[in-house]
């Protein structure tokens, strides 16, 4: 689609914990980076709560405000979907009919059957598209990635990752949406927080060509406000016994019961000639450990944030002083910029969203059925069931 001038309008759709900090983000980018091709014009703020996207709106400077997110996208180039997952398939496909870019947020509807509809009308329609994968856009976890295609550390060996957090730790947390697989999907902690995790380590190791999984939900009911109990619809836990087409092999797992765990997703990577361990409360180090060096003072060696590395000094000319979560956003908006203006996709783009909901499934198959699948990212229809 052609742009007016060099900026792009930007319609929000979700005034929530995370469409605020796309909202902040889509403000931020344009002071932060001095090199954007294009620049972001907070144009429409969409929220079906017409109090909060009126307060929101103003509050993060949008132009304009509304509840009806179709009337929002004529008014706008490209639209953020921060809304709840079950809202995705709707938008995201009345985005591309409008020729609009889209960057949506993960997990990209309730199934692979509704990302691969969105990414195939995405294709169809030759729009830039997106995914917010927040911890893929750390300079530190970019700094790994490059690490292991540099080929500095020979072959991913193994993988250990996981994402717990413990929003649902109470055993008395209260029901949710996220709880009712009508609305979220078949996917729980997989959903909200395995995509996470996934994405990383298909970046450092390739995409899964086998997977073994477990998945548990701890607490099979929750109170529903002052009504009865409600059965929740997925899991709480899953873990993942995987293989990557690197032929390194691993672990995967993913948690919402995690009592004490409010944003902890890490990895850790043995390749030939050394490891990479990163700690996402501690996301502006990174730990690199070398072999073959002196044994007297053998071990890992801290690498701190600095202008090296991508996006820091766009921020902060001195090392060390770290990034925040909301940085994150500021760092996605300037790559999506980019993206459009040099009219590729944004990765990872909704294509690989379709192969990390079919690994999200593959995993919920694999834990009813006991059995090995293999090629998970394949079509479900193709995929290999292994006794």
Aim: charged fraction near 25%.
């Amino acid at each position: 689609m052609s742009l007016a001038g060099n900026s792009v309008r930007f319609a929000l759709v979700g005034a929530g914990f995370i469409g605020r900090i796309h909202g902040l983000a889509i403000q931020a980018v344009n002071r932060v980076f001095a090199d954007l091709p294009l620049r972001a014009e907070a144009t429409v703020l969409i929220d079906r709560d017409a109090a909060l996207a009126e307060r929101q709106a103003a509050q993060l400077g949008f132009a304009h405000w509304t509840t009806d997110w179709e009337e929002g996208l004529e008014r706008a180039d490209a639209v953020v979907i921060a809304a709840p997952s079950f809202m995705h398939r709707e938008i995201a496909l009345g985005a591309a009919a409008r020729g609009k870019h889209i960057l949506c947020e993960k997990p990209v509807g309730r199934s692979a059957a509704e990302a691969d509809e969105v990414a195939a009308a995405a294709a169809k329609a030759g729009v830039t598209n997106g995914v917010g994968f927040t911890y893929m856009r750390v300079p530190l976890v970019r700094h790994a990635i490059d690490l292991v295609r540099s080929g500095s550390l020979g072959r991913p060996v193994s993988f250990r990752g996981w994402h717990a957090e413990d929003y649902l730790a109470d055993p008395e947390a209260p029901f949710s949406w996220r709880l009712d697989a009508s609305l979220a999907g078949r996917s729980g902690s997989l959903g909200d927080l395995g995509w996470h995790i996934i994405a990383i380590a298909r970046a450092l190791c390739g995409p899964v060509t086998a997977i073994n999984a477990m998945a548990e939900t701890a607490y099979p009911q929750r109170r529903a406000g002052d009504g009865p109990a409600r059965a929740v619809e997925n899991e709480d836990w899953a873990g993942l016994l995987v293989r990557f087409a690197s032929g390194a092999v691993g672990t995967i797992e993913s948690s919402r019961i995690a009592h004490g765990r409010k944003m902890d997703i890490g990895f850790e990577l043995t390749c030939e000639r050394g490891s990479i361990a990163f700690d996402g409360e501690r996301a502006n180090e990174l730990e690199v450990y070398r072999s073959g060096g002196d044994g007297a003072e053998e071990g890992f060696r801290t690498v701190r944030i600095s202008g090296v590395h991508p996006d820091y000094a766009a921020f902060i000319p001195a090392p060390a002083h770290g990034l925040g979560f909301n940085d994150l956003k500021t760092i996605e908006i300037h790559a999506f910029l980019r993206a459009i203006a040099e009219r590729r996709n944004l990765a990872p783009d909704l294509a690989e969203a379709c192969s990390i909901a079919r690994v999200c499934e593959a995993a919920l198959a694999s834990a009813e059925s006991g059995a090995r699948i293999d090629m998970p990212e394949t079509d479900r229809e193709e995929t290999q069931v292994a006794a």
